[in-house]
């Protein structure tokens, strides 16, 4: 540590007083300069509206190849810089460079938006010697920010949701974004990192005034590590920051620059596809896997009158070959339940009007299974080496399930299996499922990674979380290059933490399966439930990519639920057999009306908060808002009463055009409750009333 900043105040030195042309890596909303003289790498400046925000001689970046640091402040040569712009009007600058000794080339990559003040930034590092090294403690953001410090600078955390204050932050795989706000100087500057799942660490104040975003370090819980040979390259995850000036409310920024960035410019799956899901029915609760043709058949029919678009049939559908008894691994269709196989199932299913889906866990295999037999150098090694069960330690002990590595040649295995259910029975959804590298159920961290050391793509431990991770979201690319409309849901249970979703998996996978809330809860609190774990991780991560289960299609005040579920993506379970024809007339009658103001609206790619309305929570008033804030033509907007004081509340919408006229229309009868400007809305708001101490209502917002 000590190391570290002496290195970063002797670089700030050689800045001092200097002059001279700056290296500019940025323009346009914001402003960034580096200064490349005397051979350093060195932050000079980030500017935005005329505030400064970084401190001359910030380093950077920096990481450790076989060992030894390099950072900006190390001694670099053959600095070149290049300009580039995209189609979408971005703008890149690249600056690379080579360590004086020779064995490491670096690439720092700047991109800026023509209408965003934000900077994306990634590091690549190439190994130029003539052996092979490690790369760690990858920082690829690290500058010293003026202003702010721990004293009077509040870190809001955990997807910016939560406040942390008069500390140093050092983050996890839960902060996929992260906000620094000076309260009394109305700034700050927000940090994401678009790492997949526990492959990303963010640190504010740590060391001093620095602001860290990167891979996790040696010594954490899980580390990142990438074996580089000769002659091979390696790019990290982009890190961006957005810094904001004159503004009182850090989510601000969160709602604004950065839903603008994820949403146009991130790549994220569910903003690729032409048509997002808005009703999905799923068989896990109550049936497990009780499933068969002839339930499945009673099932689609019930989903269909319901206005059900995609139907997915979860665990239970499959065996393995070698004793044709229930299994995972082989992935054959259990002709026992479904004597026909899938196809004929999935043919009635879209005969019906909606897309199949079915559920595989990505990486579980029974000893049956012909991988276990045939391929047993496949499966992930303990530290007594081995094969082991990285998802339930004591199931794995008793049924005898083990984890596949995905950096072995199962990734092609499980690959081609899926696709061949894409393409000989028309798979449409794949529900992906169970921990890959680690478990949200094991809280010992030595029961995590894969250990062996002969698998060709790590060589121990340290370096298999980020080899498994990236091995995974590369299935996903194939898999859409070859079926480009396969909807891919990736549970938090492979991401390896309890509801945990982030932009790494964003990027490669349309949804995630974000909660099983026991079906006790679903009966009763399970809708608080959903919409407290929506609010905590939108605005900052694609509201429409969130999947949550389990509740119930016939559970106890179901409408009330499906009107939970309307803040991201509505999924239901339960058994919409035991729904009587009004019932159903009514579920279809709310989906039609979703799919209406989605064809109007486009409300999926948006969500806000509501001003003056908390996190979900007992004895409160909540809800959300799904404005489209680009054609500002109105959206979707969610109030609900959960034992709270009071008949009504006032609800303000910000968003909109405040020259223009909205009407204000409640729930599916389209009964209009007030008409409005878009400045009386932002200011006033409308007035809801919930009548019942439990109580809920969507709205829809629509400019005349």
């Not at 003289?37 to 980030?46: A, F, M, N, V, W």
């Not at 004591?394 to 399930?401: A, C, D, I, T």
């Amino acid at each position: 540590m000590k190391t570290f900043i002496t290195h970063v105040l002797a670089a700030a030195a050689c800045l001092a007083g200097m002059s001279g042309a700056a290296v500019q890596v940025a323009s346009g909303p914001v402003e960034r300069s580096l200064d490349t003289r005397r051979g350093h790498i060195l932050g000079l400046s980030y500017r935005v509206r005329g505030a400064e925000f970084m401190r001359r001689g910030s380093p950077e970046f920096a990481f450790r190849a076989d060992g030894k640091m390099y950072a900006g402040w190390s001694v670099w040569k053959d600095v070149k810089v290049s300009d580039g712009k995209a189609a979408d009007g971005s703008r890149t600058v690249k600056v690379s460079a080579v360590s004086s000794d020779g064995a490491v080339g670096i690439e720092l990559a700047y991109t800026t938006y023509p209408d965003i003040a934000l900077v994306r930034k990634t590091l690549s590092v190439a190994n130029r010697s003539d052996k092979e090294f490690f790369v760690t403690d990858v920082d690829v953001e690290t500058f010293r920010q003026v202003a702010m410090n721990c004293e009077k600078s509040r870190v809001m955390r955990r997807f910016a949701r939560y406040r942390e204050e008069g500390s140093v932050y050092i983050g996890d795989w839960n902060d996929p974004l992260v906000v620094v706000h000076d309260y009394s100087a109305r700034r700050g500057i927000a940090i994401g990192n678009e790492g997949v799942a526990t492959m990303k660490r963010t640190t504010v104040f740590e060391l001093g005034d620095f602001i860290v975003s990167g891979t996790p370090h040696k010594g954490d819980r899980y580390p990142f590590a990438k074996r580089l040979r000769p002659g091979e390259s390696w790019t990290s995850m982009p890190v961006f920051t957005a810094p904001y000036v004159n503004c009182p409310d850090p989510m601000r920024v969160v709602e604004g620059a950065v839903s603008d960035y994820v949403r146009k410019y991130m790549g994220v799956r569910v903003e690729r596809i032409p048509s997002k899901p808005m009703f999905v029915y799923n068989t896990w609760e109550p049936f497990k896997t009780r499933v068969d043709a002839k339930l499945i058949r009673e099932l689609v029919d019930a989903a269909a009158e319901c206005g059900v678009e995609e139907f997915v049939i979860d665990d239970g559908w499959q065996m393995n070959v070698s004793d044709g008894k229930f299994g995972r691994g082989d992935w054959a269709v259990d002709v026992n339940k479904f004597p026909g196989g899938l196809k004929p199932v999935f043919d009635y299913i879209k005969s019906k009007g909606m897309r199949p889906g079915l559920w595989l866990s990505l990486a579980w295999a029974s000893a049956s299974s012909r991988p276990r037999i045939e391929h047993p150098e496949w499966f992930a090694k303990d530290k007594d080496g081995n094969t082991t069960d990285l998802h339930n330690i004591e199931q794995g002990r008793s049924s005898g399930e083990r984890t596949a590595c995905m950096a072995t040649p199962w990734r092609e295995y499980i690959r081609d299996k899926i696709l061949s259910l894409v393409k000989d029975h028309g798979l449409a959804y794949v529900k992906l499922d169970l921990a890959i590298a680690t478990s949200a159920y094991i809280y010992d961290d030595s029961h995590t990674g894969c250990y062996a050391t002969d698998h060709p793509g790590h060589a121990g431990r340290d370096d298999s979380f980020e080899e498994i991770y990236a091995s995974c979201m590369k299935l996903f690319d194939e898999l859409h290059e070859a079926a480009p409309d396969l909807f891919i849901d990736c549970t938090f249970e492979t991401a390896g933490k309890m509801f945990l979703m982030d932009y790494g998996i964003a990027k490669h996978a349309e949804g995630n399966w974000l909660a099983n809330i026991k079906s006790r809860l679903s009966r009763d609190d399970g809708r608080l439930y959903v919409r407290s774990l929506a609010w905590g991780r939108t605005p900052a991560l694609p509201a429409s990519s969130l999947v949550i289960g389990n509740l119930f299609m016939d559970g106890r005040r179901h409408m009330l639920d499906f009107k939970s579920l309307a803040g991201t993506l509505p999924i239901m379970l339960g058994d919409p057999r035991r729904l009587s024809p009004g019932e159903r007339a009514e579920y279809r009658e709310w989906a039609t009306w979703l799919k209406a103001l989605e064809a109007r609206h486009s409300y999926m790619s948006f969500r806000q908060d509501l001003p003056g309305f908390g996190e979900p929570q007992e004895g409160a008033w909540d809800g959300f808002a799904r404005i489209n804030t680009e054609t500002k033509s109105g959206g979707l907007v969610g109030v609900f009463r959960r034992d709270a004081p009071g008949r009504s509340r006032s609800v303000a919408v910000r968003g909109l055009d405040p020259e223009a006229t909205y009407a204000v229309l409640k729930g599916a009868k389209g009964e209009k409750v007030a008409e409005m400007t878009g400045r009386e809305l932002a200011l006033d708001g409308f007035e809801a009333v919930l009548p019942a101490r439990f109580d809920g209502e969507l709205y829809e917002i629509v400019r005349k």
